[in-house]
């Protein structure tokens, strides 16, 4: 009897804090989800490695891109349902007329960007910077951490000559000598700098400027299929659940599905949060960008949409009904 209770403690010990998975009866149900195959859609990645989807009784068609904008057009295409993207792209979304709906937010980082340069270019301080050629993707949040690094360091974009360049065009643009920096998220940078050699120069700020993944689709969409939000929810909950109670075999998944180097990917790791939740900063973030979209021209509306209009909190209020901060209830669903 005694052997027979510590093999349940065990076994209680092993499971570490995370929920039972229900699983779902009847047929699947079908989505279409774009995501990124960076570490920021973790959660993502474990999901469906783990099979949380499947036990959520979900049928996922997944489609994988580089980056979160590129999942985002493609929810704006009706190719997919549902996006992994960064604020950045929803804010200029929105302001060209998108009616989008955000469900969650899933990853956080206050350190996921930098600024990279070759020694050989001359670039050696923040200073370095001004007249010279630097690379971002448009439209992303390389584009706003450009900017408010410029900023905090008494410049402007006008200061420099920026390189629209795609992510994967970085890493040869600068050891070309075509630009003479770049302005990328991690870990790409870290994978630029690797190629360097020892010439690399890395402006980072982690008190500038915080990115925030979520999931979004249109609101026609999300308005017609609250189930299929909630049971993907409940699976991203799971995989928060399991990134916590195992992160080093949360880690070799993620890994191996992004194509990174363990030693990358760890270190990458500590500086970011999993978490599915809805909060104030959120809205703070996409006013923000909206001002800043303004303020340089950058879109053709630059009035200040309604942000609680773009998120729909009702699937992860019956998910996770603590991560949903009550600034972002609109009034008539707050107790």
């Not at 998975?21 to 009847?26: A, D, F, I, L, S």
């Not at 804010?91 to 969650?104: D, I, P, R, T």
């Not at 980082?109 to 050989?120: F, G, L, P, T, V």
């Not at 949409?305 to 998120?311: A, D, F, G, K, M």
Request: glycine letters at 8%.
């Amino acid at each position: 009897m005694l052997r027979a209770v510590l093999v349940l403690i065990l076994c209680l010990l092993a499971g570490g804090c995370q929920s039972p998975v229900q699983h779902q009866t009847g047929p699947p149900v079908p989505l279409r989800l774009a995501y990124s195959t960076q570490h920021d859609c973790a959660l993502v990645h474990i999901a469906v490695a783990r099979g949380f989807f499947r036990d959520e009784g979900l049928k996922v068609e997944a489609h994988s891109f580089g980056y979160g904008k590129e999942a985002l057009q493609a929810v704006l295409e009706g190719k997919a349902d549902l996006a992994t993207v960064a604020q950045t792209p929803v804010a200029f979304a929105a302001l060209q007329g998108q009616k989008l709906s955000v469900l969650a937010s899933i990853f956080t980082s206050n350190n996921n960007h930098a600024i990279i340069a070759d020694r050989k270019s001359g670039v050696l301080r923040p200073g370095d910077l001004k007249g010279r050629r630097i690379g971002f993707t448009p439209g992303t949040t390389t584009h706003m951490f450009l900017s408010s690094f410029l900023i905090a360091n008494g410049m402007s974009i006008e200061d420099v000559v920026p390189v629209p360049l795609t992510p994967e065009l970085m890493r040869d643009s600068l050891l070309s000598g075509r630009v003479d920096a770049v302005c990328t998220w991690s870990p790409n940078e870290r994978l630029i700098a690797r190629s360097l050699a020892g010439r690399d120069v890395i402006f980072e700020d982690p008190y500038i400027y915080t990115e925030t993944f979520v999931i979004a689709g249109q609101t026609t969409y999300v308005a017609g299929n609250q189930e299929a939000a909630r049971r993907l929810l409940r699976a991203l909950v799971h995989a928060e659940e399991f990134a916590s109670a195992h992160p080093g075999e949360a880690q070799a998944i993620v890994a191996s599905t992004s194509k990174l180097p363990p030693p990358v990917l760890e270190e990458c790791w500590g500086k970011s949060a999993r978490k599915v939740s809805l909060d104030h900063a959120l809205l703070i973030a996409l006013e923000d960008e909206t001002r800043w979209a303004g303020k340089l021209g950058l879109a053709r509306e630059a009035g200040m949409p309604n942000y609680l209009e773009y998120i729909d909190p009702r699937p992860l209020l019956s998910v996770k009904p603590e991560a949903v901060e009550q600034q972002v209830l609109k009034s008539d669903l707050r107790p």
